[in-house]
């Protein structure tokens, strides 16, 4: 091999790796993995999301058994499920804010429906004795707190991708290779964090 090659075949590896060094620093492999670590984060907030979904039947029907006369609460609970589950979000609409912004409505919405439900186990001590709904609260307390955790951890990632690909270098490949848009993460709803309001209308009746 002449020396003319060696430094032909040099300069085209010393080429190849300052490309590749832009590349990468333009966001080819940021932008991905920071929108994948999104993604994945999001996967945990609808399994924690459809974990309390889960849990909602068998709450309603425990609680008809003690709690016969609340049956607008009950079906208030019922259809605010029916509300959250209708809306499906993939990862495609987690860069769309109308989508995002009704499933997190809906889900509020279950949420305030399920704190009538806490109200009147409050009013039906016969209702908190019942080992199988009290086991079915403790789930669902639990639930919640999962519900919370990955939402915050997905709104740390969102930042993270947010942040990603609005700053430069990776911001260039961020919009001329993947055509990328910032997700929405979610926000906190001032109506969700007030204590629901319970106007029973009879007096509950008394604990045999």
């Known amino acids: 091999m002449t020396a003319s090659s060696l430094r032909t075949g ?45 849990l909602v039947p068998n709450l309603v029907e425990t609680a008809k058994a003690a709690a016969a006369s609340e049956t607008q609460i009950l079906t208030n609970v019922t259809e ?7 809306i499906n979000i993939t990862t495609d609409d987690l860069s769309d804010p109308e989508t995002f912004q009704k499933f997190q409505a809906a889900q509020n919405q279950l949420t305030q429906a399920l704190g009538q439900l806490r109200s009147v186990v409050e009013n039906y001590p016969q209702l908190q004795s019942q080992a199988r709904f009290s086991d079915l609260m403790v789930q669902l307390e639990g639930t919640e707190n999962q519900i919370n955790v990955a939402r915050m951890r ?6 993270g991708y947010n942040t990603t690909i609005r700053t430069f270098p990776d911001a260039i490949g961020a919009k001329v290779i993947y055509g990328a848009k910032p997700m929405v993460p979610f926000a906190a709803d001032a109506a969700a964090q007030k204590a629901p309001k319970v106007d029973f209308g009879t007096t509950a009746p008394a604990a045999k």
Request: proline letters at 2%; one cysteine or more.
């Open 10 to 54: 040099l300069f085209r590896t010393v080429l190849v790796a300052g490309a590749a060094a832009s590349l990468a620093g333009c966001g080819i492999n940021s932008v991905p993995t920071a929108e994948e670590d999104a993604k994945a984060r999001w996967a945990d907030v609808q399994s924690a999301y459809q974990r309390r979904s889960d």
């Open 80 to 86: 605010a499920r029916a509300s959250a589950t209708a």
């Open 154 to 159: 997905y709104n740390e990632s969102v930042q």
